[in-house]
């Protein structure tokens, strides 16, 4: 029996995870935490008996307990109760799906506790890599993608010598843009930047996909997963998310990993890593598929890609700039207040005035994040 916890439970990722567990008799869900969506924790918990639940929002947190009083679900709340959750002795992986730099913290307190990390919480990686990596080695703690596009280059790694690398070749749908130019994505909208044509995610990864910032923090995260330079890693537009990304060998052989675009394989994959499990959903037909494409991306229309390029080379907070502004300004054009172009614009304007720190702790990785924030709020 395999105990995990996991943080996001009620989001894209998190409810997938469920799905598996339900499908696989020999796990267990020892702890569940979401940000605010009660009614959906308050059935999970009904469902999965967890011994503890946390909510990020107070309110939410109250509200639960009162809900769940009759379970003996623990309910805890904020970072105090995902700090609580990664540290608990009872799980042995630690599934991380929440969105954003929240992540940081129960993150490295899992590590510290031993246990297993399922990353699909970009943000960790992106702004502290530089600590996460290196304690993760230190404790023995794997660090296991659950981005398909991370676990496609994980897998096609597998039993390879890491310093025969020549390249990493990170694939893109080229979300629900691709082709257009800039002037056609002047006046697009919310509901035409969330239709993307392969992968059914959250909002905000939707929108980062749209973007293409998405690519530029599976770059960075690539570089701290993987331990490449930055060039050795190149993006390829591949609009059918068929391959979900190679890697390249010096004598020129490229492996790859090819599925159909759902995520259950990925989390089932590092959940049950090194086996494989059987997943229910569509396998690959090749007859039926006919043929597969590939292009080089435009970092002059999608600049989000460039610019993590320049956030990634210039390393310490920079990324973190990137990462904040990134959010800051998707959650304005979710919410109408801004046009889909200036999501870039404000990164590339966070980044000009940002001095870098080189070697940031978690303290400041949190401040610059805090900064980013309020500089666009004085901008917007």
């Known amino acids: 029996m395999k105990r995990i916890a996991v943080l996001g439970s009620t989001g894209s990722i998190g409810t997938q995870?469920?799905?598996?567990?339900?499908?696989?008799?020999?796990?267990?869900?020892?702890?569940?935490?979401?940000g605010r969506n009660v009614e959906r924790m308050e059935q999970q918990?009904?469902?999965?008996?967890?011994?503890?639940?946390?909510?990020?929002?107070?309110?939410?947190?109250?509200?639960?307990?009162?809900?769940?009083?009759?379970?003996?679900?623990?309910v805890c709340c904020g970072m105090e109760g995902l700090?609580?959750?990664?540290?608990?002795?009872?799980?042995?992986?630690?599934?991380?799906?929440?969105?954003?730099?929240?992540?940081?913290?129960?993150?490295?307190?899992?590590?510290?506790?031993?246990?297993?990390?399922?990353?699909?919480?970009?943000?960790?990686?992106?702004?502290?890599?530089?600590?996460?990596?290196?304690?993760?080695?230190?404790?023995?703690?794997?660090?296991?993608?659950?981005?398909?596009?991370?676990?496609?280059?994980?897998?096609s790694m597998n039993g390879e010598r890491k310093e025969r690398i020549e390249k990493i070749l990170l694939t893109a749908s080229g979300g629900p843009f691709r082709g257009k130019k800039r002037e056609e994505l002047e006046n697009i909208r919310v509901e035409d930047a969330l239709k993307h044509p392969n992968w059914a995610m959250g909002r905000k990864i939707t929108i980062d996909?749209?973007?293409?910032?998405?690519?530029?923090?599976?770059?960075?995260?690539?570089?701290w997963l993987f331990g490449v330079e930055l060039d050795r890693i190149e993006v390829v537009v591949h609009p059918q998310s068929i391959i979900h990304s190679m890697v390249e060998?010096?004598?020129?052989?490229?492996?790859?990993?090819?599925?159909?675009?759902?995520?259950?394989?990925?989390?089932?994959?590092?959940?049950?890593?090194?086996?494989?499990?059987?997943?229910?959903?569509?396998?690959?037909?090749?007859?039926?598929?006919g043929q597969m494409t590939f292009e080089k991306p435009d970092p002059e229309t999608f600049t989000g890609l460039k610019l993590a390029f320049e956030a990634a080379r210039a390393g310490g907070s920079m990324?973190?700039?990137?990462?904040?502004?990134?959010?800051?300004?998707?959650?304005?054009?979710?919410?109408?207040?801004?046009?889909?172009?200036?999501?870039?614009?404000?990164?590339e304007a966070c980044m000009r005035q940002h001095k870098v720190l080189a070697k940031p702790d978690v303290e400041d990785i949190l401040r610059t994040e805090q900064e980013t924030y309020e500089y666009i709020r004085c901008l917007c």
């Not at 996909?209 to 570089?223: F, I, Q, R, Y």
């Open 249 to 289: 060998y010096a004598d020129g052989a490229v492996m790859a990993q090819l599925g159909m675009p759902d995520m259950k394989l990925p989390i089932a994959y590092a959940l049950f890593y090194p086996d494989r499990r059987p997943t229910e959903g569509r396998k690959l037909d090749f007859a039926a598929l």
């Open 209 to 223: 996909s749209a973007t293409m910032v998405n690519k530029g923090l599976e770059v960075m995260e690539a570089k």
């Open 319 to 347: 990324p973190t700039v990137y990462n904040a502004a990134n959010e800051m300004a998707v959650s304005l054009f979710l919410d109408r207040k801004i046009k889909f172009l200036q999501i870039p614009e404000l990164i």
């Open 17 to 34: 995870t469920l799905e598996i567990v339900r499908q696989n008799n020999d796990l267990q869900v020892v702890a569940l935490a979401a």
């Open 83 to 155: 700090l609580e959750i990664a540290a608990m002795e009872e799980a042995e992986v630690l599934v991380t799906a929440v969105v954003g730099m929240i992540g940081i913290r129960p993150t490295i307190a899992a590590i510290e506790s031993g246990k297993a990390i399922a990353l699909a919480n970009k943000e960790t990686l992106v702004t502290a890599g530089h600590i996460i990596m290196p304690m993760a080695a230190k404790h023995h703690v794997p660090v296991l993608p659950v981005d398909s596009e991370h676990s496609a280059i994980f897998q």
């Open 45 to 74: 918990i009904r469902e999965f008996r967890p011994l503890t639940a946390a909510m990020w929002e107070e309110e939410a947190c109250r509200d639960l307990r009162t809900r769940v009083a009759d379970t003996g679900t623990h």
